[in-house]
């Protein structure tokens, strides 16, 4: 997980992964808050890698390659997704598959706001067309991934490394199963303005779709 700020939820997200693992879990958060979200999480038993704020990205990304387990699991650590669901991406990485990536919208995602759903929608729409593949959901936060991977690609983008992290995958021909998840309403403030942060996704989807391509 990348963290910052989030004082307000991380402690339930921390007990909720350590009740559904049986604490088998190892726990990273690259973390660049002002609050007590480091402080919660080590109580929690978590690993927390300080750095200065980067942004989304470059957190997420050093939260992947942190851990040597041969499966990585992602999630946003605003209590917005379904930890209880975990063992079914631990379940559907053992029947195969390289990448299973949470499906916000299959439900509907009631709890997104109406302007951000539109955009993901939206997202999945370029991306769909650019890479000649339907998708449904590609900023999700919830993901796992077979460990080869994530050491096999060059990680490149910031804000729209959640789009990234599918798109590349599905390219390049691995195994990749959507798999719908319930989305709540997230605990604490965002910290993405949608405006700035959407057209940064879009130009994101752009430059990996083209080359992935070419």
Known sequence: MGTYNEEDAIG??????????DGKAEVVCVDG???RTPEIAREYGA?????RPQGYGVAVRAAIVEPDRPIV???DCDDTYPMEQLPEFLELINEGYDVVSGDRLYHGADAMPAFNRFGNHAFAALASVLMGTRVHDTTTGMRAYRREVVESIQWTENTGLSAELLIRPLMR????????IEYRERTGETKLDPLQGGAEIAKSIVTVCLEERF
């Open 12 to 21: 339930t997200v921390l007990s909720d992964i350590e009740d559904v693992t």
């Open 33 to 35: 808050s002002s609050d």
């Open 47 to 51: 690993t927390v890698v300080e750095q």
């Open 73 to 75: 699991v992602t999630t």
């Open 173 to 180: 021909g691995y195994d990749v199963r959507e798999h719908p």
